[in-house]
């Protein structure tokens, strides 16, 4: 626990590890559905009932995330800085172990747009956010399902490969959010003003990949995430 704690201060000094003797002291801040995670003692009955919500929710769109996790998910811990309530999930590849964090309290204060537009978000995407977790991505570098304040809204940037596209964008800028990011400038995006989990994959640097089903590639590159951390 100690070697985790002194990991996550690098990056986020105010950073804490809950004890389960704290959990009360912040069940009245957090989604009914978690209360039972956090008081639970159990090691293994509370990655159980972790991921029975994901099961719940989003058992189709993750299969193979969910899945993932079922092999090799070695801990969950409750963890809070600057105001958020979050799971540390620690997930094993080989012979090494790497974290990933799901926010559970809901804030897009920051995000007006995206709040603004939240009615038209597709279902299934409003339903992880607001049932599983706000982002779901690699602590400390964000690569993975942003929390809702980081999601990109396409119409706040100047893209410079759009000169460069041989055809015009497929998209509508400022309709489109990009709620997958895998760190370098690549995001799994979604024009709301299309088909339902219909998106694109926008790169900074090469061709858009147009007309692709959001969860499948977002399940595909959290599995290669996990894989070449």
């Not at 990011?181 to 926008?202: L, P, S, T």
């Amino acid at each position: 626990m100690k070697d985790i704690l002194e990991f996550l201060k690098i990056y986020n000094k105010n950073v804490k590890i809950m004890e389960t003797d704290e959990f009360n002291d912040y069940l009245s801040y957090i989604p009914e559905k978690w209360r039972s995670v956090f008081q639970e003692k159990d090691r293994e009955k509370r990655i159980e009932k972790t991921l029975n919500i994901w099961k719940t929710y989003v058992s189709k769109e993750l299969k193979k995330t969910i899945h993932y996790l079922e092999e090799n998910l070695l801990e969950v811990d409750f963890i809070t800085y600057q105001g958020k309530i979050a799971i540390l999930y620690e997930i094993k590849y080989k012979e090494e172990i790497f974290y990933y964090e799901g926010i559970l309290t809901i804030d897009f204060s920051e995000n007006i747009i995206l709040k603004q537009s939240w009615n038209e978000i597709p279902k299934s995407i409003v339903n992880f956010y607001m049932n599983v977790h706000n982002g779901f991505y690699t602590y400390p570098s964000h690569s993975g399902l942003v929390e809702l304040n980081e999601v990109m809204y396409f119409d706040d940037y100047e893209w410079g490969i759009v000169e460069e596209l041989e055809n015009p964008p497929e998209i509508n800028f400022e309709t489109t959010f990009g709620f997958f990011c895998n760190g370098g400038g690549i995001y799994v995006a979604i024009d709301i003003k299309e088909q339902e989990d219909i998106g694109v994959v926008w790169y900074d640097d090469c061709e858009p990949d147009y007309h692709i089903n959001f969860w499948d590639v977002v399940d595909e590159w959290m599995i290669s995430a996990f894989e070449n951390i």
